[in-house]
């Protein structure tokens, strides 16, 4: 019998259990939280439509957007207050969150209001950025840096284990050549399994065009179900994508984040394939 993907240890997001051939789970949200109303709106939202289709869901959202290429581009609402959001959304939509942290001291910070901590691309190489987020306890989510070797993250993985992870899950996002674009090449997502650890296909980042837009990041989200569907038949442990209510008015991210609006018509299709 052919083997798509190798079968994973099983990694819990608060209640979610990821790999270990359990079905696929989403994790979505937008790209920068931009206020309560928004965050409630759109987690409330992604529940209700994921629970109609039986779909597991982790609520995922950044209180700072450290990333930029330009200093004019708005960073987002800050840790206090997002962490606040975020632990609002966890308690009265009843389902766990995921946000990123971009230094080590932000570690302890956020742990206490999310159930996993994402560690960013660019900065999946920081040994105290992985260590310090490993040490709180919480699953790490940790994103392939653009410029690396699928087979690297094992490398990377192992070190979040031996810092004290309880678990890590393992992000595709694409591979970066330069002159504003990304390419997927999907033979990475078996390569990644082989460390052991739920392999999760973030396919909203994967489909951006950095710095394409002048100082901001372009992107393609009309690819994005191809993407989807395409991760879903490899086995995919569970669906990164980032959602919005207003794509064309957010603060980052723009033209890839998938319209809330759409969100029903989206999901139904990788459901059913």
Known sequence: ??????????????????????????????????????????????????????????????YDKANRLSGESPRGIGIEHGLDILAKVRSDVGVPTLTDIHDAPSADVAAGSVDCLQI?????????????????????????GQFLAPEDMAV?????????????????????????????DFRG?????????????DISHCLQR?????????????FTPHMALAAIALKIDAIYMEIHPDPENAISDKKTQWPLARARELLELMKNG
């Open 189 to 201: 997502i078996p390569i990644m399994a082989h460390a052991g650890w739920p392999i999760v296909m």
């Open 156 to 184: 990377i993985s192992q070190k979040a284990v031996d810092a004290g992870a309880k678990g890590v899950t393992i992000t595709e996002r694409g591979t970066s050549f330069g002159y504003h674009n990304l390419v997927v």
């Open 1 to 62: 019998m052919i083997e798509i993907k190798k079968k994973s240890h099983e990694v819990h997001i608060g209640n979610i259990p990821l790999g270990a051939g359990n079905r696929w789970a989403l994790i979505a949200g937008p790209c920068a939280i931009e206020g309560e109303e928004m965050a409630m709106r759109t987690a409330e939202t992604i529940a209700e439509i994921a629970a109609s289709l039986d779909i597991p869901f982790i609520f995922k959202g950044s």
């Open 210 to 222: 950095p710095g394409g837009d002048g100082i901001t990041t372009g992107g393609d989200r009309e």
């Open 120 to 144: 960013p691309a660019f900065l999946c190489r920081q040994t105290d950025i992985v260590a310090a987020a490993a040490r709180t306890g919480l699953p790490l989510n940790i994103k392939k």
